[in-house]
Nanobody, 117 residues
Framework: QVQLVESGGGLVQPGGSLRLSCAVS????????IGWFRQAPGKEREEISC????????EYAEPVKGRFAISSDNAKNTVYLQMSSLKAEDTGVYYC??????????WGQGTQVTVSS
């Protein structure tokens, strides 16, 4: 089984930056993708970025393109989400997830990000 643990959330002012980390452990050989999702208050959870572990290919949702960057350190089994130019609408609980099929089937517990002055 794969376990994921997010960290790095917190309170930041608009325009600020945060880096989230997703530590991946367990049997990871079958998993090829790690994604970041967020859920804002009163809204459904949305996928915002993902990375293919083998070839490093990345994808971003339109609201975060140009502001967020996903990366992986395979030696540390950690995936990062560097968030810059943060806006109030980026507030929410951020989750990382893993997949071995097109379905995201392993999830972390989430980390809160609050963008407020």
């Amino acid at each position: 089984q794969v376990q994921l643990v997010e960290s790095g959330g917190g309170l930041v002012q608009p325009g600020g930056s945060l880096r989230l980390s997703c530590a991946v452990s367990g049997y990871t050989l079958d998993y090829y993708g790690i994604g970041w999702f967020r859920q804002a208050p009163g809204k459904e959870r949305e996928e915002i970025s993902c990375i293919h572990i083998i070839d490093g290919a990345t994808e971003y949702a339109e609201p975060v393109k140009g502001r967020f960057a996903i990366s992986s350190d395979n030696a540390k089994n950690t995936v990062y989400l560097q968030m810059s130019s943060l806006k109030a609408e980026d507030t929410g609980v951020y989750y990382c997830a893993a997949r071995s099929t097109p379905v995201w089937d392993r999830w972390g517990q989430g980390t809160q990000v609050t963008v407020s002055s």
